[in-house]
């Protein structure tokens, strides 16, 4: 009977993944033709603070046609990702308890919204900043093309850099529900947290100082936020 019942869970988990990769591939066939506008949206950042004249390049052969089909390919899954987190869901939620449940899709859903607001925050407020500060240190004479490719590399891994930052209050909610830490140390805490947050900046961002803050004065803040949730929660599990 167990082994029945691990392999019945085996198929089941399969065919999630199945119906998840599915979603993802009609959304790409459907997004495909607007391959090229989409990474034009991507590269409208850089593009926008270039000097005259001042263009991006293509290196590699057929890296005109392989970058637009990825950027096309992670918009797809950004767009699938309700579909394929709710795949997910129906694979784990049978094995919750009622309270695990009620715990586990809020966190869930918050830190969705919360990493696609870090990729929003990094497209529409660092990107445009830091690049104006490149272009601000270009040496005269120099002309500044990037590689299309190695541009959609550095801002992925922007996106998947802010997109964590941003789960910031998630961490420190999970922390104070599971009774790990309280809010009380987590507050004492608190120069530590500024502390690792620019060293995180530092590591993760470009070296100048505009970029470091960009990424560090969030995370603080977001830091706050979660300490206030996590008041709530101690508040609301001391009344009961």
């Known amino acids: 009977m167990e082994q029945e019942s691990f ?13 998840s990769l599915l979603a993802v591939l009609a959304v790409f066939l ?14 409208a950042p850089l593009l926008a603070v270039l000097p005259q004249g001042g263009q991006m390049i293509a290196t590699d052969v057929v890296g005109v046609f ?12 950004l767009i699938a990702m309700p579909f394929v987190l709710y795949q997910a869901w129906a694979f784990v939620a049978p094995g919750l308890y009622a309270h695990e449940r009620r715990l586990a899709l809020p966190l869930l859903v918050s830190s969705c919204v919360l990493f696609v607001l870090g990729m929003c925050f990094a497209y529409f407020v660092f990107f445009p900043g830091m690049f104006k500060v490149m272009t601000s240190f270009t040496p005269e004479g120099v002309a500044w093309m990037t590689d299309i490719d190695k ?7 922007m996106f998947l850099a802010f ?4 789960e910031v209050p998630v961490v420190v909610v999970l922390l104070v529900l599971l009774g ?17 947050a620019f060293v995180v900046a530092a590591v993760v961002t470009p070296p100048d100082v505009a970029s470091q803050f960009m990424l560090a004065v969030p995370m603080c803040l977001l830091f706050e936020v979660g300490l206030l949730v996590g008041r709530l929660i101690e508040r609301r599990q001391s009344s009961d």
């Not at 392999?7 to 119906?19: F, G, P, Q, T």
């Not at 459907?30 to 590269?43: G, N």
């Open 7 to 19: 392999i019945s869970h085996l198929v089941e988990l399969r065919n999630r993944l199945i119906y």
């Open 180 to 196: 790990v830490v309280d809010t009380r140390k987590l507050a004492a805490a608190r120069r530590y947290v500024i502390v690792g």
């Open 30 to 43: 459907c997004l495909v033709w607007w391959a090229k506008d989409l990474y034009s949206l991507l590269a």
């Open 66 to 77: 392989l970058v637009p089909m990825k950027v096309t390919a992670w918009v797809s899954l």
């Open 163 to 166: 997109g964590a930052a941003f």
């Open 151 to 157: 541009y959609l590399g550095f801002v992925m891994g």
